[in-house]
């Protein structure tokens, strides 16, 4: 029998002083959300190490994973990691100043912008993505590879549930 944790103790706390409640989805609210800080503080060491924060992890990763010629507009940015124009263009002018992106005119609109991993950019995001998913390994490792998988499929179906009615 698994032994109990913080969120057993509230859910009990809650049951004890209103019986009349049924507190059970504190048991999966109360666990995502702890579960988000500590992996939240993990993976933000990993990045640190490499002088990034975790919204810089995340431009340079969405260029590397488009593929070749790793380049994409800040739209295109903005579109895949939900930000406003104002957090984008910041981000990229970080990155930019630490020589990870360059900007360059779009080839098919004057007006335009693309970003750019720079040679400095591609090698780095390389290296921080394989320590990225070795530290997921490692705070997954409580789970097997079948309830791993299992976890994966229900928190999709949470998620597509939550996008598909509440936040559109």
Do not use: C
């Not at 124009?85 to 990229?92: K, L």
């Not at 390389?126 to 530290?135: G, L, M, N, P």
């Not at 705070?139 to 996008?163: F, H, I, N, R, T």
């Amino acid at each position: 029998m698994m032994k109990n944790d913080f969120v057993d103790v509230v859910i009990a706390q809650w049951n004890k002083e209103r019986p009349d409640l049924d507190p059970s989805p504190m048991g999966v609210m109360g666990r995502l959300v702890r579960t988000d800080v500590m992996f939240s503080k993990e993976l933000q060491t990993v990045f640190g190490r490499f002088g990034l924060n975790g919204g810089e992890f995340d431009v340079l990763a969405t260029i590397r994973r488009s593929g070749k010629p790793f380049t994409l507009s800040p739209s295109q940015l903005l579109q895949t990691l939900m930000l406003t124009s104002g957090s984008m263009t910041n981000r990229i002018d970080k990155l930019e100043a630490k020589d990870l992106v360059a900007r360059s005119f779009d080839p098919n609109d004057r007006r335009g912008v693309m970003v750019s991993l720079t040679e400095k950019g591609f090698q780095l995001i390389d290296q921080v993505v394989e320590e990225h998913i070795a530290k997921g390994q490692s705070l997954l490792s409580p789970l097997d590879k079948s309830e791993q998988q299992q976890l994966a499929v229900l928190l999709k179906k949470l998620l597509l549930g939550l996008s598909s009615s509440t936040y559109k």
